[in-house]
């Protein structure tokens, strides 16, 4: 099972509002993958790193969304200025070299 | 385009009997293919639960099998008799070989499993 630490499980934000979680990836693990599922269960992808590096990253992402892995800290996902679309559950994973994803169990967010 | 179809659901049946979960897959763009099946059980994160990386192999995890069919785009997952703790929701993706870097995502299949 996936050691892949996300918090918080859930989140309520206004809109307008910031909303941050946070991920611990696997040990040992250095790439780590944002994703957004939204309600109807699509997956989108946000923004990978290696180490503290960005690998890609969409263009939603570079707007209003901003992220980082720093060393010896949780990597994070902060949306600057929530909007009511941005409700999904956001999963973090981890891998080894690119290779096989593991995921947390993600962060529920909710913005009214 | 890149894209994965699978069975839609939700799709319930009983316990002991057998369950294929269709899973079809374009990868125009994608030089090497590899296929996974993830799963989701309730209240639980996202568990990889079997892939393949090779044409024509067959992967296995937890009594299921999947296999890799390059000539049809498929891969479906069986099992031959299935238990009420496979109720979760499956999901078929798509990654690159080398670079999984963005996986390409069914919609996810949800199974009910009565006893």
């Known amino acids: 099972n996936s050691k892949v630490i996300q918090t918080p499980r859930y989140l309520v934000k206004g809109q307008g509002q910031k909303a941050k979680m946070r991920c611990i990836p696997e040990?040992?693990?250095?790439?780590v993958f944002w994703y957004q599922q939204n309600k109807n269960n699509e997956f989108k992808f946000l923004i990978n790193?290696?180490?503290?590096?960005?690998?890609?990253q969409i263009d939603m992402t570079e707007k209003r969304f901003s992220a980082e892995c720093p060393s010896n800290s949780p990597c994070s996902l902060e949306i600057q200025s929530s909007e009511a679309g941005d409700s999904a559950l956001y999963l973090c994973?981890?891998?080894?070299?690119?290779?096989?994803?593991?995921f947390g169990p993600g962060t529920r967010l909710l913005v009214l | 385009g890149d894209s994965v179809t699978q069975t839609e659901g939700p799709v319930t049946v009983s316990e002991s009997e057998s369950l294929i979960i269709n899973c079809t897959y374009s990868?125009?763009?994608?030089?090497?293919?590899?296929l996974f099946w993830y799963v989701r059980y309730p209240g639980e994160g996202l568990q990889l639960l079997l892939k393949?990386?090779?044409a024509g192999q067959k992967g296995s995890s937890r009594g299921f099998e999947a296999t890799y069919n390059k000539e049809t785009t498929s891969f479906h997952l069986q099992k031959a008799s299935v238990q009420e703790s496979d109720s979760a929701v499956y999901y078929c993706?798509?990654?690159?070989?080398?670079?999984?870097?963005?996986?390409?995502w069914g919609l996810g299949t949800s199974l009910v499993v009565n006893p």
């Open positions: 994973a981890s891998s080894l070299n690119q290779d096989t994803q593991y």
């Open positions: 040990k040992g693990h250095p790439v």
């Open positions: 790193f290696q180490n503290q590096e960005v690998l890609q």
């Open positions: 990868a125009t763009s994608i030089a090497y293919p590899n």
């Open positions: 393949v990386i090779t």
């Open positions: 993706a798509l990654g690159d070989l080398g670079d999984n870097s963005k996986l390409i």
